[in-house]
């Protein structure tokens, strides 16, 4: 007799979910070690050069390409990586889990935005690379270009929220949503950064990267605890 998860592709069996999460954390700490060797050998200059210049009016480097209105509307956009709104953010939905009693959830949020913080911060400090000095810069920067600390950020605190809040939900559509809705966030951010001539493209790719493996461990983490009863277990799916 077949049983309602037998009748499931193979692909979105729940039980395969962990391991199709592993492999993607492995094939992603590869490809942000591929990625930081070529850096560092200067494999990329002339791609990230290509990029960068081409987002910028030829006649004045100083002017993104498009109307003041998009040049306006990417500072906002890479506001939505910057510590300030990450922190506002973190804090309001670790209030709304406790609020809904699922305090431990709630402690997993603070520590798994936090535990991004500090990994970004070490792994700027491991490899110094200059920012790009081809353009000037459209927003205010303070620290080194690799990995993009604003992509790394927000794909490591939106994907992580987007994942964690999604566990807790009883409806498929509404987990949808939130998934679709923390990766485009990511995009975005990472998009304002290259605009902005404050990162080489590299920067952002090893920022997304960085960031989505660590939301991966962190939802890995929450999955387990969950099933150990630590964590307030998910609701029940409904469509």
């Known amino acids: 007799m077949k049983t309602p998860g037998?009748?499931?592709?193979?692909?979105?069996?729940?039980?395969?979910?962990?391991?199709?999460a592993i492999v993607l954390v492995a094939g992603g700490v590869w490809l942000f070690l591929e990625l930081a060797g070529e850096v560092r050998e200067g494999e990329t200059r002339?791609?990230?050069?290509?990029?960068?210049?081409?987002?910028?009016?030829?006649?004045?480097l100083s002017d993104p390409l498009g109307p003041r209105w998009l040049e306006e509307m990417e500072r906002d956009f890479t506001a939505l990586g910057g510590i300030g709104v990450l922190s506002v953010?973190?804090?309001a939905v670790s209030a709304f889990l406790a609020l809904d009693r699922k305090g431990r959830a709630a402690i997993l949020v603070l520590i798994?935005?936090?535990?991004?913080?500090?990994l970004s911060a070490l792994l700027k400090n491991g490899y110094q690379r200059p920012r790009p000095d081809l353009v000037p810069h459209g927003s205010y920067v303070y620290?080194?270009?690799?990995?993009?600390?604003h992509s790394m950020m927000s794909a490591a605190t939106?994907?992580?929220?987007?994942a964690l809040l999604a566990r807790v939900q009883a409806r498929r559509r509404l987990k949808v949503l939130l998934l679709v809705f923390a990766t485009l966030l990511t995009l975005i951010v990472g998009f304002s950064r290259v605009y902005l001539g404050v990162h080489w493209p590299t920067d952002v790719l090893a920022g997304w990267t960085a960031g989505a493996i660590w939301a991966l461990i962190c939802w890995l983490i929450?999955?387990?605890l969950q099933h150990q009863g630590h964590v307030e277990p998910e609701?029940?799916?409904k469509d």
Not at 6 to 20: G, I, M, V
Not at 112 to 118: I, R
Not at 143 to 149: A, D, K, L, N
């Open 6 to 20: 037998s009748k499931r592709p193979l692909l979105l069996r729940p039980e395969l979910a962990p391991l199709l």
């Open 222 to 224: 929450t999955r387990r």
């Open 143 to 149: 620290t080194t270009s690799f990995p993009s600390g």
């Open 158 to 162: 939106y994907l992580t929220l987007g």
């Open 112 to 118: 798994a935005v936090g535990g991004a913080l500090l």
């Open 46 to 60: 002339q791609i990230d050069e290509a990029i960068l210049m081409s987002m910028r009016n030829p006649a004045d």
């Open 89 to 91: 953010l973190t804090l």
């Open 235 to 237: 609701g029940p799916a």
